[in-house]
């Protein structure tokens, strides 16, 4: 349990960048770093309680944000942004 | 359709392994749904299938793999120090430098590889030019940053995947 | 044996996620984030993972979690190379000690390097 308990100051972190960071681009890349962050508390709550199905759900929250982030490289690419 | 097959056979193992049973029922499901992935997007596969069968390349891919992993432990550390040392000791910027690899498979091998290695971000790759954001530039003249740069991932990937 | 090992890889892959994610909130401006964020927490979550795999062995848990590692390795890079590309192309603006920045000048574009005192403040 304790790399769970460190592992949740990162995801504040990413959430700090998400919240402040100036550019879209910034939050983008925090929550997508957070995906990955949960995706990996998830698969060490798996371990914990050895229940392997929660991996799915860590590999579905590394797919989503992969996707995600695909997507608003995509947007940003054709659209300039104000701020 | 050799491609196709590729991708078929691919995609029946990872499902296999996420399973981890070889339940008839669990088998039969995987290959359909194989079948109809690879129907669907096999076309993509930038690879030749003929290159997955020659045992060499394997061989090297397996002498890669180390080697990777030591350059990606080297640039995570070299990272961690920048993030705690107080002043963060930057000297960033955007450079271009050339590859030989010739196949878009091994140019995108290339390309993750340099964002896994110390201070190095791909940007962009157009034709047989990278452009790299590179977190602390040590040096101007171009044959000398793209051998910081590229250290030995060049070599082995040529062997891999041309 | 392969305990000690699973933990010292676990412990590897927490450090290294948790310093990716203060570089992520402590880096200037989005590109230096960038090499953070994705070196760091990859090899992390990579990390994690593989100690998860020698913890548990060759079962159910054990195997996914090692195609997560793949998965992960994979497509974080693939993901990031994205999200510079589309900034740079959108122009935002890069740290003010950068160097120079010959994707912007090749393109024919304005410089998008930050003037002094203009744009965000170094944290």
Redesign the interface.
């Known amino acids: 349990m304790v790399p769970v308990i460190i592992l949740v100051p990162a995801a504040l972190f990413c959430l700090y960048r998400a919240l402040v960071g100036p550019s879209i681009a910034d939050r983008a890349i925090a929550v997508d770093m957070m995906g990955v962050v949960f995706s990996a508390i998830t698969a060490l709550v798996a371990l914990q309680y050895k229940l392997s199905y929660l991996l799915d759900i860590s590999i579905a929250l590394a797919i989503i944000s992969f996707v995600g982030a695909l997507a608003l490289a995509k947007f940003l690419e054709k659209r300039s942004l104000d701020d | 359709m050799a491609r196709r097959f590729a991708y078929f056979i691919a995609g029946w193992i990872i499902w296999l392994l996420l399973g981890w049973t070889l339940n008839y029922q669990e088998v039969v499901a995987g290959a359909a749904v194989a079948l109809i992935a690879a129907g669907m997007f096999g076309g993509y596969l930038p690879l030749q299938p003929r290159k997955l069968l020659n045992p060499v390349r394997w061989f090297w891919l397996l002498v890669y793999i180390p080697v990777f992993a030591w350059q990606c432990l080297k640039a995570n550390i070299d990272v961690a120090l920048r993030v705690l040392s107080p002043g963060l000791n930057l000297k960033p910027g955007i450079v271009k430098i050339k590859t030989n690899l010739k196949s878009d498979i091994a140019k995108v091998f290339l390309a993750n590889s340099i964002t896994m290695t110390p201070g190095t971000l791909t940007v962009e790759i157009k034709d047989d030019t990278l452009y790299i954001h590179w977190i602390e530039i040590r040096s101007d003249d171009p044959e000398e940053m793209a051998k910081m740069i590229k250290g030995p991932f060049e070599f082995f990937l040529k062997k891999i995947f041309d | 044996m392969i305990s000690v090992l699973a933990l010292i890889f676990?412990?590897l892959?927490?450090?290294?996620?948790?310093?990716?994610?203060?570089?992520?909130?402590?880096?200037?401006?989005?590109?230096?984030?960038?090499?953070?964020?994705?070196?760091?927490?990859?090899?992390?979550?990579c990390g994690?993972?593989i100690g998860?795999f020698l913890?548990?062995g060759?079962?159910?848990?054990g195997?996914?979690?090692l195609?997560?590692a793949v998965?992960?390795l994979?497509?974080?890079?693939?993901?990031?190379?994205?999200?510079?590309?589309?900034?740079?192309?959108?122009?935002?603006r890069?740290?003010k000690?950068?160097?120079?920045?010959?994707?912007?000048a090749?393109r024919g574009a304005p410089s998008i390097i930050d003037n002094a005192g203009a744009?965000?403040e170094e944290k």
């Open positions: 676990l412990w892959g927490v450090v290294f996620v948790l310093l990716g994610a203060l570089g992520l909130a402590r880096f200037p401006d989005l590109y230096n984030r960038m090499q953070a964020a994705t070196k760091c927490v990859t090899l992390g979550v994690i993972m998860i913890r548990s060759f079962n159910p848990l195997i996914k979690a195609l997560a998965f992960i994979f497509t974080v890079p693939v993901s990031s190379h994205a999200l510079v590309r589309g900034s740079l192309i959108a122009g935002v890069l740290w000690g950068t160097v120079r920045d010959d994707f912007t090749d744009g965000e």
